[in-house]
């Protein structure tokens, strides 16, 4: 009971900083038309909350594995309240920039912080289910931010939407303070050891010291560094960012239009981090370990990209031919999500006193890669459009530059775990 207790009250968290995390998209046709911003601006305001969240990745380890993750969420998430409340206040790009950034700071240990208590306290099956959960919590605050922060728009105005994340986070601070035990104390969920996920690596003891040397180094961080960058971190980006516009200035979809169809990925995100979380422990106990599984979806994320590319490029849309983008888009989401088999199989491959490090600068990874992607995409866009590109066809190069980061970075993760 108390391991499910504490589960709901950092799921509460996590589930506010991915509504953080993906508002923007669903926010982007109104602050664009008020603030006069381009694919650039747009690309490195939503790309600044994925900057702020990776900042302190390395010292936030430090301090989960010396501190617990307790004192250390409710100290970051006083940040995201402050950040919610500059970004209501803000009347210009810079303002909503440095907002974006401190959102991005205040909630960027809000799926660490769990996932280093579950490495302590839970068995490395219950730390499979328990990560593709906290996931599915992710899923749900992104569907909660589409259709119904679309429709609260009128209503509250995109300012009122931040004042109303900001008590949000206030009262998933509460829950935590309450629920959440002291790093010490055990509950009722059998202390974890090294997993056999990890095999054929060797769990490396590390003095404190050296420990980011030893992170770094270890072969089986090095071998998931460019998927999380590229697939992961890519697939997080186009979800939180780009699939918005893609679907109201490619596919012609009107706010409302594209708003159902985030409505719809999300929906089918959260539907799979659920079955997610009741198969892992099986496939694990029948030797499908997080390497094989990774090795045999994440094609299918590399072929479902262009598939959605092209099918949204070469068909002309009306209201009525709305579902087969939402289904191509699903396909590729649902596929890329191979890659979160990685953080779990990441912090069981070192000695739970390093857990909180060795997630922490896999994190890292992960969101300098959405930074750079969201980025980059935006920037694409705008550079093949000088290039005399029309819209669509911008949009198109830009992506396609994305898919070879992702073909190489799959190519690299397959040399390294072949045999």
């Known amino acids: 009971m108390r391991a ?45 909350y994925f900057l702020g969240f990776a900042a302190l990745q390395i010292p936030l380890g430090v301090w989960l594995d010396r501190f617990g993750p307790r004192r250390v969420i409710l100290l970051m998430l006083s940040i995201a309240v402050l950040g919610c409340a500059v970004f209501a206040l803000s009347h210009n790009f810079l ?16 799926l660490m912080a769990p996932l280093t208590a579950y490495r302590r306290w839970f068995n490395p099956e219950t730390q499979l289910r328990a990560n593709s959960w906290m996931l599915m919590s992710g899923a749900l605050g992104m569907l909660c931010a589409t259709l119904p922060v679309q429709a609260a728009i009128p209503v509250l105005g995109w300012r009122g939407i931040f004042w ?60 998931v560094v460019p998927i999380g960058f590229f ?21 012609g979809y009107s706010a409302e239009q594209a708003a159902g169809g985030l409505f719809a990925i999300n929906l089918a995100m959260l539907v799979n981090y659920w079955v997610w979380g009741w198969i892992n422990p099986r496939l694990a106990s029948r030797g499908w370990d997080a390497v094989r599984l990774m090795r045999v979806g994440l094609p299918f994320s590399l072929l479902a990209l262009p598939l959605a590319v092209l099918v949204a490029t070469d068909i002309t849309f009306t209201a009525g031919m709305i579902l087969p983008i939402w289904l191509m888009w699903i396909f590729y989401f649902v596929s890329s999500a191979f890659v979160s088999l990685a953080q779990p199989a990441v912090g069981m491959a070192f ?10 600068a896999y994190n890292l990874v992960i969101f300098m890669g959405v930074f750079i992607v969201q980025w980059g ?43």
């Open 95 to 110: 303002g909503l920039l440095l907002a974006r950034v401190l959102c991005g700071l205040g909630v960027s240990v809000c």
């Open 231 to 251: 697939i992961y971190g890519g697939m997080i980006a186009i979800q939180t960012l780009w699939v918005g516009p893609w679907m109201t200035r490619i596919a």
């Open 4 to 48: 499910a207790l504490m589960f709901v009250a950092f799921a509460a968290a996590y589930f506010i900083s991915a509504s953080l995390r993906t508002v923007t998209a669903t926010l982007a046709p109104a602050l664009t038309q008020e603030f006069s911003l381009q694919a650039r601006d747009l690309g490195l305001l939503s790309g600044g």
């Open 351 to 360: 000695e739970s006193h390093m857990a909180g490090r060795a997630l922490t």
């Open 164 to 223: 109303t994340l900001a008590l949000f986070v206030i009262a998933a601070m509460i829950l935590i303070a309450v629920c959440a035990p002291d790093w010490h104390k055990a509950i009722s969920e059998k202390p974890s050891q090294p997993s056999m996920a990890a095999k054929p690596y060797p769990t490396w003891p590390a003095k404190d010291a050296l420990a980011p040397i030893s992170i770094w180094g270890h072969p089986a961080f090095v071998r």
């Open 377 to 419: 995409i935006g920037l694409g866009i705008d550079f093949f459009r000088w290039l005399g590109f029309l819209e669509t066809q911008a949009y198109m190069a830009a992506f396609a530059v994305f898919w070879l980061c992702c073909v190489a970075s799959y190519a690299h993760f397959h040399h390294h775990t072949r045999g």
